[in-house]
């Protein structure tokens, strides 16, 4: 027989679908701040799926995927239970903004505390409330500081399941990605629970593409869970990204690519233009090396520095920057 399980001191049984409210503070007018949780227990066995997103409040290709996914009843699945929490920053998303009103990040506070600072204190809900309770997640993010994320997955490759899963979920690209401290990927971990981390679009900004893919992916990924019995097929290559860097701007001024993200550009190639805003200077900018955009940034006012794109190698990439060399 199936065993119930407990989400912040709800019971959820087979059969049942149930929205948890888990209360984490308040405004100062009082208002109290809820982050929402809907929880779907198949009545058949299968694994615990989390979606999360929103954890920064300005990301909202994420919140729109799970979104949808609730829209569409796809986290009503056929075997197993789905946890789906589409804002978990209410605070910033409220603020347009990625941080908590202290100015702290969510996702480098985890495990986060119980009394601690408000970011902790959310960190502190998912790490007790969430993280016991699931066997995989999907955390959705989204480029910040107007720069936009080609869809990707970004996972810890040299873990076996981690590869499993960013298969399944099949994205364009998939990135070879270190933990951040005190993230809830790296606390997840640490928990012998496995959460890959998928990237769309930009902040503030609804990417329809990325949003697709977030989607579909999650199906994909479900059908390899067993979850459900049909998800479409993806219509990108997964390319494998081992190795990335960025081309930044080596003076200020104001940049216009002359590329899209997502394309294959290659060593010496123009990328854009940098330009003054008085006629007076326009310089030539060319990639570094060669490899895919796997990000843009869409600010055109940049200083010295600044990031303009990230340049993701996969095996292919790396042949030919050698025989480039």
């Known amino acids: 027989m199936i065993k119930s399980i407990t989400i912040a001191e709800h019971e959820i049984r087979p059969g049942e679908f149930k929205e948890i409210n888990i209360n984490i503070a308040r405004l100062p007018s009082r208002t109290q701040i809820d982050t ?45 239970t789905t946890v789906c929490m589409p804002i978990i920053n209410v605070y910033g998303f409220l603020n347009y903004s990625r941080e908590v009103p202290d100015g702290k990040d969510v996702n480098r ?25 699931i066997d995989v997640g999907i955390d959705f993010h989204t480029g910040g500081a107007m720069r936009t994320n080609y869809p990707q997955v970004r996972c810890v490759m040299q873990e076996p399941q981690n590869v499993e899963l960013a298969n399944a979920f099949h994205a364009p690209f998939t990135i070879d990605s270190p933990f951040r401290p005190h993230s809830l990927r790296q606390t997840a971990s640490k928990k012998g629970k496995n959460i890959i981390v998928y990237e769309g679009g930009e902040s503030l900004r609804m990417d329809q593409h990325a949003i697709e893919e977030g989607v579909n992916g999650t199906l994909r990924l479900m059908k390899y869970l067993k979850m459900i019995d049909w998800a479409p097929e993806s219509k ?20 216009q690519p002359t590329i899209r993200c997502g394309e294959l550009v290659h060593k010496s190639q123009i990328i854009g233009n940098l330009t003054d805003p008085f006629g007076e200077f326009k310089e ?42």
């Open 109 to 133: 506070s985890f495990p986060g505390s119980k009394t601690g600072s408000l970011a902790s204190r959310v960190a502190y809900h998912l790490t007790h409330d969430i993280i016991p309770n």
């Open 236 to 255: 990108e290559e997964n390319k494998i990204i081992w190795n990335s860097s960025w081309a930044r701007a080596r003076t200020a001024g104001l940049f």
């Open 36 to 80: 929402p949780i809907y929880v779907f227990r198949a009545i058949e066995p299968g694994p615990v799926l989390a979606l999360t997103a929103g954890m920064h409040g300005d990301e909202i290709n994420g919140m729109e995927i799970v979104r949808r996914i609730i829209d569409a009843g796809h986290n009503r699945v056929l075997r197993g």
């Open 284 to 325: 030539q900018i060319k990639s570094p090396s060669t490899g895919y955009v796997v990000g843009l940034n869409n600010n055109p006012v940049v200083n010295a520095g600044d990031a303009l794109l990230h340049i993701g190698m996969d095996d292919v990439c790396k042949i030919g920057r050698s025989a480039e060399e």
